[in-house]
T-cell receptor, first 114, second 110 residues
Framework: SAVISQKPSRDICQRGTSLTIQCQVDSQVTMMFWYRQQPGQSLTLIATANQGSEATYESGFVIDKFPISRPNLTFSTLTVSNMSPEDSSIYLC???????????FGPGTRLTVL | QKEVEQDPGPLSVPEGAIVSLNCTYSNSAFQYFMWYRQYSRKGPELLMYTYSSGNKEDGRFTAQVDKSSKYISLFIRDSQPSDSATYLCAMSPTGNQFYFGTGTSLTVIP
């Protein structure tokens, strides 16, 4: 398994501002993902963070709104840009095992946008 | 039709009861099946992992996969108040794409 930490654990932000969420893993992993989980909803994949190249975004998510960096195999950031109240959600970082047959999740970042 | 269907509940049972949580799916290519437990205000925690069909047991938890019916289950024996959480099923065809259920909220009443 992998131990994943996220910062911040929660934040309250004003409309129009941006927040960068950090994800740190205790071992080198190939695949890292960013998810959003809104109240009462399932996990929605935002993007796959690729080391050394641009992230792969899912339908409905764009780089201008959710820029992602992955400078190495243990660290990634997700920025939520120009926030609106609709961006209030839990943002989760996850990593896949080497065999890519399961995922482990970080503790999440609870974001509230006023 | 969603790839993965899961009854959201909520499910409320007395302590000591046997709990059955279920998911159905439509994609016959799914081979990897997972159950996650998510406590309030926490990230999902991997509980059980199964490859292909069959049963897997871990303590009070049993995961069951029936690929012919496209149906997976998680059984919790002797349920405890500490089992109160949301349970998410997840599955994957190859490991590069993961599909999650919406989660079932479980409350075990002392």
């Amino acid at each position: 398994s992998a131990v994943i930490s996220q910062k911040p654990s929660r934040d309250i932000c004003q409309r129009g501002t941006s927040l960068t969420i950090q994800c740190q893993v205790d071992s080198q992993v190939t695949m890292m993902f960013w998810y959003r989980q809104q109240p009462g909803q399932s996990l929605t994949l935002i993007a796959t963070a690729n080391q050394g190249s641009e992230a792969t975004y899912e339908s409905g998510f764009v780089i201008d709104k959710f820029p992602i960096s992955r400078p190495n195999l243990t660290f990634s950031t997700l920025t939520v840009s120009n926030m609106s109240p609709e961006d209030s959600s839990i943002y989760l970082c996850s990593v896949a095992t080497l065999r890519a047959d399961t995922q482990y999740f970080g503790p999440g970042t609870r974001l509230t946008v006023l | 039709q969603k790839e993965v269907e899961q009854d959201p509940g909520p499910l409320s049972v007395p302590e000591g009861a046997i709990v059955s949580l279920n998911c159905t799916y439509s994609n016959s290519a799914f081979q990897y099946f997972m159950w996650y437990r998510q406590y309030s205000r926490k990230g999902p925690e991997l509980l059980m992992y199964t490859y292909s069909s069959g049963n897997k047991e871990d303590g009070r938890f049993t995961a069951q996969v029936d690929k012919s019916s496209k149906y997976i289950s998680l059984f919790i024996r002797d349920s405890q108040p500490s089992d109160s959480a949301t349970y998410l099923c997840a599955m994957s065809p190859t490991g590069n794409q993961f599909y999650f259920g919406t989660g079932t909220s479980l409350t075990v009443i002392p």
